[in-house]
């Protein structure tokens, strides 16, 4: 059958924002223990809480934690690495309250830790006879909510408690790894107003009965971004660095840490997370890692001693959470251009791959797919910003002769982190309904070395802003799409850049804000401990840099604003709390400016529940029917949008 003549924005698609919420799943923490795969997923059906899963030897997914629970640490606020396994006992982080329970085989979760602290990446002590007697974690101490306290502390095992603090003097730690002699402890550190990817450091003690031995820095300082130590079963300590402008591995054998195989791409990702595993130890002298260049993720394996790598040929653009089942496998989980995110098994021998579990359904077959198209454009000031670019795709439709698509112009949080070209069914979501997709990353991104990561250093507000508006700017002026229905989305960082680039150009018809930021004096003084100097770098110090911090708050450029906002936020945000929304969206309304906002109740630094998700798709899609001129196919809840204009659009 021949496409349907339709206009761009009101294709009818297969992904309803039901089936979207209800098939997003998203995998985590991938673990060999014990000779079994462990993960951690997201149920929709559960309102999106967080179970563990464990593989059987029959290849099926078991659920290991009891129906009810919510595997979840708040440590940063951003979580990551929230449950371990020690031979048949499973210890893991409830949401609800923050404590460590242990769940034995065939029992009934019991806590092992008291309220009051919150607790993340832990890993386990082992006596001379293999039993454990320990858990190592980090701690994040709430019981004083004014000052709160970072440390690595030992849980003995199996009494619990809240823990025996080992190492206490940075105002952060991360990822303890205990060596195969288990006589010593390497570390992560980093102190304000640093974070993880400006300048941290390794270090290095000896770990006894009675705590840690003197502490060293083996590697990082000022400069130098260091992560991801481990030990290899001959005792070489390895770990990640970008003292050579990329994060490449390193090797510690006593003396100054060598890079192993050198190459100008990123081997890690910023480290937002806890428990990111960029690379595997094979134990026969081997390593497998993955590494960034051009925004795409490749697989290598990597010979330890001669210094060689070898790119293995494999259909996947994101690879992340890579872990050894053998000397010749390995698993991760990847992400591919038109297939949601899988967890694979992978010989990096033959380069032969085994989807183990897919993370949800396709939506739509791969010919409705609209796959990333790599472009490089010019910004201000003669630099060059990347992005991923999305052509509107649905074989069942076509638009009028002579119609360009509605752009949708992604800001990716953080702000660095980095957008991929992995497959995503939000962006499916907008491409199959007729409008293009570029997703930008600006200045100070992830995956493209340190110094463009630093672009953003003392330029937050500006760069990110620039590179956005020459993106859209570029796909005009190259024809690909219409000039007069531009859009803007973005998230947290990447929400205070759309307001920047709304108030501050003309390049964006519409907005769409989920919980950015408003005012950048009140954040600095209401955000969490994780990113409570983290606009030192990224503006300046307060008081010195309060004009700064002034000039680039979207509040104080109210008069800005001319193109229709709409702002989505979590009741429940620690990160982002709801004044800045709301803040922004009175001064707005009392302009007489047309905005739209929905608050939800329960949610948090990121939407989680299904019913979320569904509300706030389609109040944007509804959005930008009313504020383009066209009608969605979807049958969709009521969008007021206050002070609008009934000329707007076309």
């Excluded at 799943?25 to 309102?47: Q, S």
């Excluded at 982080?93 to 092992?112: F, K, S, W």
């Excluded at 995110?341 to 992978?346: P, T, Y």
């Excluded at 309904?433 to 672009?455: I, K, Q, W």
């Amino acid at each position: 059958m021949s496409p349907t003549p339709k206009s761009y924005g009101s294709w009818a698609s297969p992904i309803t924002a039901e089936a979207l919420a209800n098939a997003e799943i998203g995998f985590g923490n991938l673990r060999n223990f014990n000779g079994h795969l462990y993960w951690t997923e997201n149920v929709p059906a559960a309102g999106g809480a967080i179970g563990i899963f464990r593989m059987s030897a029959s290849g099926a997914a078991t659920r290991v934690v009891p129906d009810g629970a919510n595997v979840r640490t708040r440590v940063h606020e951003y979580g990551g690495a929230p449950y371990v396994v020690v031979a048949e006992s499973v210890y893991y982080v409830e949401l609800t309250d923050q404590r460590l329970y242990r769940l034995e085989a065939g029992g009934i979760p019991a806590p092992l830790t008291p309220a009051g602290f919150r607790y993340a990446d832990c890993t386990p002590q082992f006596a001379n006879d293999g039993s454990a007697v320990a858990l190592i974690c980090v701690r994040e101490d709430h019981s004083d909510p004014g000052e709160v306290r970072n440390a690595l502390v030992r849980i003995p095992l199996p009494d619990g408690g809240a823990g025996e603090v080992l190492y206490g003097d940075s105002d952060f730690v991360a990822h303890p790894r205990i060596s195969p002699d288990r006589k010593k402890l390497a570390f992560v550190t980093w102190d304000h107003p640093h974070m993880p990817w400006d300048a941290s450091e390794i270090r290095l003690a000896d770990l006894g009965e009675r705590g840690l031995g003197p502490v060293r820095t083996v590697a990082g300082g000022d400069g130098e971004s260091v992560l991801e130590p481990e030990w290899d079963a001959d005792g070489t300590l390895y770990f990640i660095s970008d003292r050579s402008g990329f994060w490449n591995l390193y090797a510690w054998r006593g003396k100054s840490g060598q890079v192993v195989w050198p190459r100008a791409a990123d081997f890690a990702h910023a480290l937002w997370r806890l428990g990111q595993a960029s690379y595997a130890l094979l134990g026969n002298g081997r390593a497998v890692t993955r590494f960034c260049e051009g925004g795409i993720d490749k697989l290598a394996v990597i010979d330890l001693r001669r210094g060689t790598g070898r790119v293995l040929d494999l259909p996947y653009v994101e690879f992340a959470l890579l872990t050894r089942i053998d000397e010749h496998d390995v698993a991760c989980v990847a992400g591919s251009t038109r297939e949601p995110d899988a967890i694979l098994r992978i010989n990096v021998d033959s380069g032969q791959t085994q989807v183990l579990r897919q993370a949800s359904r396709a939506l739509l077959e791969p010919d409705e797919v609209s796959t990333a198209i790599p472009i490089d454009f010019p910004s201000t000031g003669g630099r060059v910003a990347h992005a991923f670019y999305y052509a509107p795709v649905n074989p069942g439709f076509c638009a009028p002769a002579g119609e360009l698509p509605p752009l949708l112009t992604l800001v990716h949080g953080g702000p660095t982190v980095q957008a991929s070209p992995g497959y995503s069914s939000t962006v499916q979501f907008w491409t199959s309904r007729g409008f293009a997709v570029v997703d930008v990353n600006y200045g100070g991104s992830s995956g493209f070395g340190r110094a463009y990561r630093r672009e953003l250093e003392g330029n937050w507000g500006i760069v990110d802003a620039e590179d956005v508006i020459a993106a859209a700017r570029h796909l005009v002026r190259t024809g690909r799409v219409d000039p007069q229905r531009t859009a803007i989305r973005g998230g947290s960082a990447g929400g205070y850049t759309v307001l920047v680039a709304l108030s501050t150009s003309d390049a964006f018809c519409a907005g769409a804000d989920y919980f950015g930021i408003s005012d950048m004096t009140a954040i600095a003084r209401d955000t969490h401990k994780f990113e409570s100097r983290y606009l030192d770098s990224l503006m300046g110090p307060l008081p010195e840099a309060q004009t700064i911090y002034d000039s680039r708050s979207p509040l104080n450029h109210l008069d800005g604003f001319k193109a229709p906002l709409i702002v989505f936020q979590g009741a429940d945000d620690p990160v982002v709390p709801p004044n800045q929304s709301e803040r922004i969206v009175d001064a707005l309304r009392a302009r007489g400016a047309p905005v739209a906002y929905l608050l939800y109740p329960g949610e948090s630094h990121g939407f989680r529940k299904p019913a979320t998700t569904i509300s706030s798709l389609q109040a944007e899609l509804s959005f930008y029917g009313q504020v383009f001129g066209f009608v969605p196919a979807d049958q969709l809840p009521p969008l007021i949008i206050e002070n609008i204009k009934p000329s707007a659009g076309r």
